[in-house]
Nanobody, 124 residues
Framework: QVQLVESGGGLVQAGGSLRLSCAAS????????MGWFRQAPGKEREFVAY????????YYADSVKGRFTISRDNAKNTVYLQMNSLKPEDTAVYYC?????????????????WGQGTQVTVSS
C-alpha cells in the first residue's frame, strides 16, 4: 500500500504562483511514475502532468504547458507541481496519483493510488 498526501493548495490571485507537494509513505521502496490530475466543480477529472519514476521525462496537458512544472525528489518520496501564471480556470481540486508499473499515462484509471486532494482557487 502507498499513501499519498497533497499539500500546498490555497487561494491565489490570477497571475500568482503556488507549489503543490505530494508526500508518499508506505510501500515506497520502489519509485513510481507519478501524475497530477485536477477536478473542477461540475467537470470530470482531467490530467495535468506526469513524471517518470526517475524524473527523466515529463509530460503536460496543453492547458498548463509552459506554466506548470512537475518534479520529484525520490530521497524525500515527494512529488511537486510548481504552478505559475495561474488563471481562474485552473481552479480545481488537485490530486496526485502513483502508478506502480512505472507506466507514464494520462489516463486516470491506470493509476493505482490517489491522494485526498488539495483545493486550488484562483481569483480574477
Amino acid at each position: 500500500q502507498v499513501q499519498l498526501v497533497e499539500s500546498g493548495g490555497g487561494l491565489v490571485q490570477a497571475g500568482g504562483s503556488l507549489r503543490l507537494s505530494c508526500a508518499a509513505s508506505g510501500r515506497t521502496g520502489s519509485a513510481y511514475a507519478m501524475g497530477w490530475f485536477r477536478q473542477a466543480p461540475g467537470k470530470e477529472r482531467e490530467f495535468v502532468a506526469y513524471i517518470t519514476w526517475n524524473g527523466g521525462s515529463t509530460y503536460y496537458a496543453d492547458s498548463v504547458k509552459g506554466r506548470f512544472t512537475i518534479s520529484r525528489d525520490n530521497a524525500k518520496n515527494t512529488v511537486y507541481l510548481q504552478m505559475n501564471s495561474l488563471k481562474p480556470e485552473d481552479t480545481a481540486v488537485y490530486y496526485c496519483a502513483a502508478q506502480m508499473g512505472r507506466v507514464t499515462t494520462t489516463r486516470d484509471y491506470e493509476y493505482d493510488y490517489w491522494g485526498q486532494g488539495t483545493q486550488v482557487t484562483v481569483s480574477s
